[in-house]
């Protein structure tokens, strides 16, 4: 007293705020910090507890802040304090905050904000500036005017260092993300529980019972329940008539009880609402009554949309006046009927609500105050169903009365519903809030932002993520996320920003300031607040074109994702291939497909994700192409842009690595489901032409690959380009010579690979550990690649000493699939005619220079079986078969003469193809076949073929040994020798083996054919029977006739093959 130039109030009902004035603040505070020697401690904080509240300081039963003054000296006296004297004053203005909206009120109008800012911005601990930050959240959801906003902007925006964030800026965002979070109403009723605290309706000359009517309002209780006074029921609404007819809400504690009373002096009828209402919480309470004419009458409770309560009632039915009608008391008006709390909005309507109707209005929000006649009253995102049912015409001409607290002159509750709709009031509609209700008109973030200029101002703040912390080592660099999930959830609460986002392409500038900071501001964090907002974007209906703009600028921005790290990379393409990209496909109004565009990925592959440059990045790059394989296996498959990317990579792109994994994918789709319409569009974009080119790389696996792609491309393509590749482009003169300009040595893959081309077979599996097993119902589709395969082989093998074992090996498959094919498939036979000197390729198969003696000789014993065969089928067949005959004799010996044999061993050669093609029939060529590949098997080979091949031809199950030929055309098949069952014909059709042609290289001589048979001559020898071509057609009559007698289970077996040309072969002798 003697220190203050002015005096503490000392009569009992003076207060101190009302002397109290900053400078005598300052002045208090200075003394009492003076006074408390050695220093403050405890003691101090009970007496100013008990100034706050007027009296002894207790949660439970004095919550409400008395003397505002004590606030603005608490706040004078916590720089001083010590820390743990810091965090209890803090700790307790929270709490009292948080227990009473009007205590919030009351701190609100000491301008407390500023003062927030300015400890936020001295302390050091991590501890207390959160509380600052609390506190904070608590004033700026309740209400924020524009100049504390703007005094929090400038706070981030200034600091007392260059080039650095004020201290806790980073929890200061946060917080500011919960404010834009909050959900309450910016305009409610305050009940102050006081006695007679509620406000009065007027009367009412009918109460709406016919269907029913509705009472909807957002309500926050503050009173908690107290099991001491299990009497203390507040009322909620009355709407009675004098006798006390009507009906009633009130709680219990935390439930809800609802009483309809039907008759006068009897006990109404109650029903409890199974759900618990929290203190210091908003619910959305709708209580629906329905009159129902042909079965009971039902009461309807829904709690924040969704239905708690389902009851059987009946409704009173009176024209009495409802005179006696009230919120948030009863009539009585005593203390334990008062209610404490907050309402907003009241509605009630003369009709009965719809569940569909109730979540949308929940939808709408608690700030909603208006009469539902135009959409542009809500800042809500809503679907046009939702729209449809709140602002169609029948909820708005369905309002009875209603109330809110902007409508308000003084004690006068205007009464806000349409003025079209017939009034059921007595006289005046409005209502009467009595002492104790006031009406609070409060200002939300996002309001104030929008005063600002919205969601704009925020954007120069990511050009300072740069900036170094203050408190680097408590905060991290989690700025960027901090920053860039304020920005959404702005965007989020309201539509006005959304759209701004969206006007001045706000995320285009985000993301070319993300690309000038540091790599680390891009974090995991980050890709998963991207994704959430995005996913967001989807579910609402206005959502589309920020989200575009969200994937162009953000997602699909290499230039910015390059930089982060290679988790956060594949974390971002993992989730668009994985979660995302389902997302979008349930979503019918987005198609990431064109969004993206397979061109843009690809794209990105070749500038920032090559193997060669970035090897370390080969998880980003096999992400980005699932993500690719998605687009393209999506619907019809690729599309034409899509398909000239693809094409264009594989024509541009130089380096292997990068080739082969696009490749791939264009290999998978030609054999998808899809796979002809995409082989359809691989060829209107010319796509052979980079095939060809891939033919021409040094890599074995793009060189398969790209075989894989062509062979696939001619079966699938139509008769009419497939005529057009094989004459006019000469498709496979193309392959050969782009095969031999890459001189790679035809592998056991390669063959395999060419093999299928042949027969056009083709298969997506590369199979390089043994040749492919022969299906016997194969037919040579494509022969022009026998000569292909015949030159690839000899040019390419033969200037490589290690290949020459595998050299014959692989010429001897060859020889056996085709003779195996031609045995099996006249038009096999046909179709290597057709090829021009097929005689040739055979005669350079079976010539292996380096080759051992046992090599060549089983090559050239193979030739001359399957030269057998081919003219068999043309004495039988053709009409001019002889002229083969004639023109395979002549290539021989050109073929022995230009490799400079000598004369005997030419004379010899030609002698023995000569008697063996004149003398043998068509069975017994059949037979030296079969025998020569018995004996290429060995003894090994025939226990596999034993079980891979059956012994059960067409009912017989032995294979009988034929005898000898004599001239006696009248054997009898008795006389037959007895049955080797230890050696079937490897060419029996049945089930295919992988070992069916795998020759022994046992060593072994070729024996002599045991089933030559001797000429048809009275002179024992020569050709001397008959003259030109009769003894010829002696000796082709009486073989067959052996033939029959051998029952050759070759011939049998070809009653059930059918020809290419839909033309079915007969099974027949082979004889005139």
Known sequence: KHEMSWSL????????SGRLNADNIKQLSSLILRSDRPGPNNALIGPILELLVGGPYDLRQRVTIKEPAVVLLIFELLPSLPEDLQLELWSTLEVLLHRSLWNIHTCQSLQLVEKCLEHLKITKSKKVANHVASMLEILVGYSVSVKELKAIMTYLYTSEQPMTWSSHSSTLIRTMINMAMNKQPDVFFNFSGSLGAAITLPPLSKWPTHPGFSFSTWIRMEKPFDSQR????????????GKGLG??????????????????????????????????????LTVVYSRNHLRSSEVFCFVNGSQVLRADVTLPNTDSVFDKCFLGTSPAATPDSTFLGQMAAIYVFSDTLSPERIKALYKLGPCYKNHFSLKAESDVVLTAQEKKLLFGGHLSSSVLFSYNAKAVDGQLCLDTSPLENQSSFVHSPHATALEGV????????????????GAQVLLPLFSQLDYAHANAKEYGDNMSTNLLSLLFEIARSSTIHLQQLVQMKALQLVSYLLEKVSPSCLSSELVSCIFEFARHLMEIPNGKELLQQLMEHLVFCPGLWVKANVKVQIQLYDSIATEFFTSCLDNSGLSLRELVGVAQLLYILQEHYSVTTASALTGVRSSVLLIVEKFVSQGEGIKPDEM??????????????NVSEVLCLLLECTFSDVGSAVVKMFEEQNGLNAAMKLL??????????????????????STSHRQHLLENVGIFAVVKEKLLSAGQPVSMAMFNSLFEILVDCPSPVITDSHYLPLDLSHVIVFPEMLAVMTELISLLHTSLSDWVESDAMMRMQLLSYVASLCVQHQANCKALLQLKEWQHWCLVLGDLPGASEEDSSNLQEMVRRLFLVILSYCFKEESDGWRVWVETVAMQHAYSVVK??????????ESQFLDQSTSSGTNS?????SESQTSFLGEAGKDREAVSNPETTCGDTRTAEPKPCNNDTNNDSSDSAEPNRSSPSPLVAGPPSPLAFDFDRGGRKLPESPLAVKRSCSGGGGSGSGSGSGGLQKQISSDSKVSSENNSPLLQVKSKTVDPLDRPIVSKTFSR
Not at 9 to 16: C, F
Not at 644 to 655: G, K, S
Not at 696 to 717: D, M, Q, R
């Open 925 to 929: 060529a059949v037979d030296l076949l």
């Open 438 to 453: 006031d009406s609070v008109v409060t200002t939300s973030f996002i309001s104030a932002l929008h005063s600002l200029g």
């Open 644 to 657: 000239e990317a693809i094409l264009n990579y594989l024509c541009t792109v130089p380096e292997e690595e």
């Open 696 to 717: 021409a790389f040094c890599s074995e696996e793009l060189t398969l690959k790209a075989l894989k792609l062509v062979g696939n491309t001619l079966h699938k393509s």
């Open 247 to 284: 009906f009633s809400a009130h709680l219990i504690g935390g439930t809800l009880v609802l009483e309809t009373t039907n008759k006068t002096h009897k006990k109404p009828q109650t029903h409890a609402v199974e759900f618990i209402f929290q203190s210091y919480q908003w619910y959305m």
């Open 900 to 909: 400079g044999m000598p004369d005997d061993q030419v004379q010899k050669a």
């Open 230 to 241: 299990d009497y203390y029921k507040p009322v909620v609404y009355w709407f009675r008539t």
């Open 9 to 16: 109030p000392t009569s009992p009902g003076a207060t101190l």
